[in-house]
Structure formats: structure tokens, C-alpha cells
């Protein structure tokens, strides 16, 4: 966010500002293992090797895998715009989602998080995002930081 001021001290700042706020975002991707970012609409979403491999296989399923079994797969992602605001908020997709994700570098999902946290006010990056074993809900319909995408 731009401060309002006339010295270059002030711009000074907020340069600061932004290189923190690139460094927590770079901590909290680089201490998850996140490896697979995506958008979809406009949020910014990363996920471990397990998730990126269920989505390339259900984006290009092999000659092995029954055709069925990309209908009813799912992978989870980690909805980064949340955790900007220190939320872990984990979200689950399916099928139907494919067509509205758009697959990004790491780079370029860094670049929209530092422009998302430069806009937000109430900031708080959560950087401890993995998956705890303790943390699992026992039913995930019920549980307040799973996001069911376009359940049917």
C-alpha cells in the first residue's frame, strides 16, 4: 500500500513494506513444499507434489486409469489470499473446477500475493501451512477451514 507523504524517506518505507511482505510470502511457499500454484478467479492457490500429480492426471489421465476415476478424484490447495490474512484455509477440487484453473509459476504467484498484500490492510501472512496430522478434521463437511469447491 502507498503511504501518503512528500519525502523520500516515506517511499523508503514502503519499499521496506514490500520486501518484507516478499520475503514472508517466499517463507511460507518455500517452508510448506508447496510445488503446484494455480488461480482461479482471483485467488492464488499452492498445493504439495501429491496434489499436482492427482491434477495432471486428471487433466491428462493414462490408457490406465479408468475413465471414471477423474470425475470423482480431488486434490486439496491452500488458499493463499486467505493466508495473507492469516487464515489457513484449505480448499478441495474437483472435475468440475478444471476449466477455471489457470496453472501459474512460482514466480508469478509471488508477484500477485505481494500485490494482493500490498492492498490488504488487515494483513498477518501465515507461513505454518502444512498438514498436520493432529489438525484433520474427522469430518471434513464439517469443518470451518475446508472450502468443498462446487460441490455438487
Known sequence: ??????SSFRELIDKWDEAVDRQQIQDMI??????????KKDEVFGAPEESRLTFAKM????????????KDA?????????AIQGEKVKSVFG?????????V?????IEKLVKIADKTTNKNIKSDLGDEEDDAPEDPAN????????EK
Open 1 to 6: 500500500m502507498q503511504s501518503p507523504g512528500f
Open 74 to 82: 480431488t486434490f486439496a490447495a491452500i488458499n493463499f489470499n486467505r
Open 95 to 103: 472435475f468440475d473446477d478444471l476449466k477455471e484453473i489457470e496453472v
Open 30 to 39: 518455500e517452508g510448506n513444499n508447496f510445488v503446484f500454484f494455480f488461480k
Open 143 to 150: 469443518s470451518p477451514t475446508i472450502n468443498k469447491v462446487k
Open 59 to 70: 487433466k491428462n489421465p493414462d490408457e490406465d486409469t479408468p475413465k471414471e476415476w477423474a
Open 105 to 109: 509459476e512460482r514466480d508469478e504467484a
